[in-house]
């Protein structure tokens, strides 16, 4: 059985808002993701709804490419999902769920891509190189919302 999803989370000394406003400013990525260095929202768009789309830039090693996003939940302090589809129809989803606690925020970063199954994403372990740039994104985020 090939792995598809995975999640992992983060206690944040930030407001739930503060964490969320950072997630959804894609000026700020490459701020936060090891792999995603720029994203732009599309088709007039300015800022995160549901039904938006905008464009992920990523590069890992030499591998350069980018993709169409489409966002799935966009609630201020709570959630922010996006999918990112794939030329066969299926659908990688990312989600960012937010928690507030006594100190701040949870924050659980998790995905889950039915294209893993494919024999290029084994022969490359992408599922092992996604868990871990989860967590490097999570301490991250961490590190810039509690500057």
């Known amino acids: 059985m090939v792995e598809t999803t995975a999640s992992t989370s983060i206690d944040i000394a930030a407001s739930p808002a503060a964490v969320y406003g950072i997630l959804t400013d894609l000026s700020r990525i490459s701020e936060i993701s090891p792999e995603c260095y720029k994203s732009e929202w599309e088709d007039g768009s300015t800022g995160p709804s549901v039904g938006v ?39 990688t989803l990312w989600r960012y769920e937010i928690e507030a ?47």
């Open 101 to 147: 606690t006594g100190s701040g925020c949870r924050v659980t970063e998790s995905f889950d891509s039915p294209i893993l199954d494919m024999e290029f994403f084994q022969k490359h372990n992408r599922h092992s190189l996604l868990v871990k740039n989860i967590a490097q994104t999570l301490k991250n985020l961490k590190a810039v919302a509690e500057a």
């Open 53 to 91: 789309k905008f464009r992920g830039y990523n590069q890992n090693g030499d591998m350069k490419w980018d993709a169409g996003c489409v966002v799935v939940a966009a609630e201020p302090g709570r959630e922010w999902a996006f999918e990112v589809p794939a030329q066969d129809g299926r659908r």
